[in-house]
């Protein structure tokens, strides 16, 4: 069946330092979601991307979406404590099943 | 707006015992899915809806059962629990999935039910 393999599963950084998490997909996706979920809680929606070699940016996160639909990568710059948790990438299918990757743990050293 | 509730927090079954999460939202959503997360492996789709009346599987649903019959409500039940079903259940909703390019289809998740099956 359909995959989403991210990589790394966890990442340790100090404060200050950049994060990148990476998603790839066995298919081609119709859209890729980002999620964040703090320890003990629920996913929160970051963002969505949906056009082939799209980025966008929200203050110090940047998203990627690959040229052929089947990437996509969260780079953080310059992190800080907030930042902690588990990054999800989750892409969306010609169906109407979202696959979510495995996630990325972000633990951020002060 | 309460967005999306779950009941209950907590619950601890023994093997063989049935139960029903329930999932509620309030922001008139036609889509809602089941999610169960497990360390290590992300969240897995068991079932979702695409609107009342209108339920189809995910990744994970053997074990699992669901219904919808109104817009707002979206129960997960467990016919037979197994050790194996013990996680964290997520409910999530979001507008309609089928719509065109242009849409944010973010999908808004409950607070989650851990499930122990002993």
């Known amino acids: 069946g359909q995959q989403v393999m991210q990589i790394p599963q966890y990442q340790h950084v100090q404060e200050g330092e950049d994060f990148t998490t990476y998603c790839n997909s066995s298919?081609?996706?119709?859209?890729i979601q980002w999620y964040k979920q703090r320890p003990g809680g629920h996913p929160v929606f970051l963002i969505q991307?949906?056009?082939?070699?799209e980025v966008k940016k929200q203050k110090r996160l940047t998203f990627q979406f690959g040229e052929a639909k089947k990437n996509s990568s969260l780079h953080i710059t310059a992190t800080q404590t907030t930042d902690v948790g588990t990054y999800f990438c989750a892409g969306l299918t010609g169906g109407f099943k979202t696959i979510f990757g495995a996630g990325t743990r972000l633990f951020v050293k002060a | 707006n309460a967005g999306v509730t779950q009941t209950p927090k907590f619950q601890v079954l023994k093997t063989g015992q049935s139960m029903t999460l329930q999932c509620a939202q309030d922001m008139n959503h036609e889509y809602m899915s089941w999610y169960r997360q497990d360390p290590g492996m992300g969240l897995r789709l068991i079932h979702y809806s695409v609107g009342a009346g209108i339920t189809d599987q995910g990744e994970v649903p053997n074990g699992y059962n669901v219904s919808r019959s109104t817009t707002e409500d979206f129960p997960l039940r467990l016919l037979s629990a197994a050790p194996s079903q013990t996680s964290v259940y997520f409910c999530?909703?979001?507008?309609?999935?089928?719509?065109?390019?242009?849409?944010?289809?973010?999908?808004?998740f409950g607070p989650g039910t851990r499930l122990t099956v002993t």
């Open positions: 999530a909703s979001s507008y309609d999935l089928r719509l065109g390019q242009g849409g944010t289809y973010e999908q808004y």
């Open positions: 991307l949906v056009k082939s070699g």
């Open positions: 298919t081609t996706l119709s859209n």
